[in-house]
């Protein structure tokens, strides 16, 4: 894919007389940089405002006397008549006046006849109808990998001038450190590194850690994303063969990224997995992000809706900017169809719309993204969620067999403190056929409860009892669970 060339639009754009450029990035440094690369390269001077040091031309140490002020400054563009570049740091302080918005129409317009431009900075700037029809946007993309590479180079030496610093990363420890370094503007990389090489004195594997931490202090700031703590492993989830060998492929794209985008690899989109409730899809997602060593984001759709028109899309264009700002990551969304739920009027066409957001996102992705959805009832889903290319794979997760029933009950007996031998695991197993994977662990901690209570060791008799007395999903929703396996078995992939 072709990088963005933003200095070469700007050219463009000033090329054609466009006297409002508005460059789309929180990074003002960066789009600063940019813009005096531009004036450069067209050989156009260049001055610079902001609030606290007014408007100064590029290079010199003085500024021109009251402009600090908002309208002293654009009187003084106005009056000047200069074929310039104007840099105004902090828009916001002009657009929120009406007056100095109404002053910088006129400016604007008048660029639009001779060379020049007035040039802001900023995402999501409140620009008034009539200065919007004047202006043209430019995309900063974000720090590339050479960009954080140079700026590891630059720290280390840097901070080697009043500290020892030991850089201890091996070629593919590099390439993962910048991977995870996506997301963060250069700004914060700079902070989260210097954090973690000031902290011990080197920059080794285990600082992947404090970008992660940053990364998690930013999904709490925009509050429409959960930071989800990961605890198991893949190995903590018996059975799912299909499903592991599939993501094992994966791993490799993960411990080295720039090896796999040169072999002609994009990072994988995401699975959606479907199946009989209570068989470990959702314990699959912490599972991934755990095992791949990527943090995990819940998107809660409780937290997108909203009474207000037009706020619940915009909460989800939030969710989504803060997943890709993390990237990579895992996005876990479990229970799809209560989200995206297919049909139905009585929000007033709200889910549709959120619907239609997610599946352009979904389709347009620019972060590196693995999005892990579950979803029980597949009839309520939308035909659009299984269209390939939306998701990588789509996997069924059946009730556990015997072999993968005696590893459940292995695997949590053990999580408290039992020891598997001293139980009759074949009669256990055989006693909860038909059972989910949820079913057999509450079995063992009804069991649990009842040995406390009665002041004894748990034992087989105990657990036995606790699987007797329960009738588990299959038996009470028997044809419901054979309508998903029989809606699966010509549609998906077996996870088991």
């Avoid at 003084?76 to 828009?91: K, T």
């Avoid at 002053?103 to 919007?132: D, H, I, K, N, Q």
């Avoid at 931490?213 to 018996?238: F, M, S």
Wanted: glycine share 8%; net charge negative; with cysteine.
């Amino acid at each position: 894919m072709t990088r963005a060339d933003p200095l070469h639009d700007i050219e463009l754009l000033l090329r054609s007389r466009y006297g409002l450029i508005i460059i789309d990035s929180a990074e003002e440094d960066r789009a600063e940089t940019l813009v005096r690369l531009a004036a450069d390269r067209i050989s156009m001077p260049l001055f610079h405002w902001s609030r606290t040091k007014g408007l100064r031309r590029d290079g010199a140490n003085s500024a021109v006397y009251g402009t600090t002020d908002p309208a002293q400054m654009l009187a003084h563009v106005a009056a000047a008549h200069i074929d310039a570049l104007y840099y105004l740091r902090g828009a916001e302080t002009v657009l929120a006046e009406p007056l100095h918005a109404e002053r910088l129409l006129e400016v604007v317009g008048e660029f639009g006849t001779r060379p020049g431009a007035v040039v802001l900075a900023g995402t999501g700037l409140p620009l008034p109808e009539s200065l919007r029809r004047l202006s043209a946007t430019v995309q900063l993309p974000p720090p590339d990998v050479a960009e954080f590479r140079s700026l590891i180079e630059r720290l280390a030496r840097d901070l080697r001038q009043r500290m020892k610093v030991e850089i201890a990363l091996p070629p593919d420890e590099v390439s993962r450190l910048v991977a995870n370094l996506k997301g963060l503007t250069l700004i914060e990389a700079e902070k989260v590194l210097t954090r973690a090489i000031v902290e011990d004195g080197r920059l080794g594997p285990d600082d992947l850690a404090h970008i992660i931490n940053y990364k998690k202090e930013i999904v709490e700031r925009e509050g429409v994303l959960e930071y989800y703590p990961v605890e198991e492993t893949l190995d903590d989830i018996a059975d799912l063969a299909g499903l592991k060998a599939w993501l094992a492929k994966r791993t490799h794209f993960l411990s080295a990224p720039e090896k796999a985008a040169d072999f002609g690899l994009s990072f994988p989109k995401g699975v959606l997995l479907v199946g009989v409730p209570g068989c470990g899809k959702s314990l699959c997602a912490k599972a991934v992000a755990m095992e791949w060593k990527l943090p995990l984001l819940k998107l809660d759709p409780g937290r997108l809706y909203n009474k207000y028109m037009g706020e619940s899309e915009k909460n989800f264009r939030r969710a989504m900017d803060t997943a890709e700002r993390l990237a990579p990551c895992v996005l876990f969304i479990d229970e799809l169809e209560k989200a995206f739920a297919s049909g139905g009027s009585e929000d007033g066409g709200v889910s549709q719309r959120v619907l239609g957001t997610f599946l352009s996102w979904m389709q347009d992705r620019k972060g590196d993204v693995f999005t892990v959805a579950t979803a029980n009832d597949v009839s309520r889903l939308p035909p659009e969620f299984l269209r390939k290319g939306r998701f990588d794979e789509v996997f069924f997760v059946d009730l556990p067999n015997g072999e993968a029933r005696q590893a459940i009950l292995s695997i949590h007996l053990r999580k408290r403190g039992q020891d598997p031998a001293a139980f009759d695991l074949a009669g256990l197993t055989a006693a909860t056929d038909g059972f989910s994977g949820a079913e057999v662990e509450q079995a063992i901690v009804s069991a649990l409860y009842t040995a406390f209570a009665a002041g004894r060791s748990l034992d087989t008799d105990l657990v036995l009892a606790e699987i007797r007395a329960t009738r588990p999903l299959s038996a009470i929703a028997a044809e419901r669970v054979a309508g998903i396996r029989a809606w699966a078995r010509e549609r998906t992939v077996a996870a088991n």
